[in-house]
């Protein structure tokens, strides 16, 4: 009965390469609306501070959206 619950609790496994290649993607998603927010605002403004302050509210509302997308990224479907 134990060996029968493991196989079923085995889960597939990520290659390096998917991990790698995910990781990025998200990562990407996350630097280049906070960048570009805050060189637009830099430039616009003229203001070194509000333009870090509103590239770190961007960063943060982006971090909050690539939690959501990064859980429905990396789930592998076991059919």
Known sequence: ????LSDEKKSIKLTRAEIFLKGTIIALFLI???LSMFFLAWIFLDNLLQA???G???H???MGFS???S???FIINQD
Do not use: E
Request: positive net charge; without cysteine; hydrophobic residues 65%.
């Open 1 to 4: 009965m134990a060996d029968s």
């Open 32 to 34: 280049i609306p906070s």
């Open 52 to 54: 870090i302050i509103i």
């Open 56 to 58: 770190g509210i961007v």
């Open 60 to 62: 943060f509302i982006a």
């Open 67 to 69: 939690l959501k997308i």
């Open 71 to 73: 859980k429905k990224f």
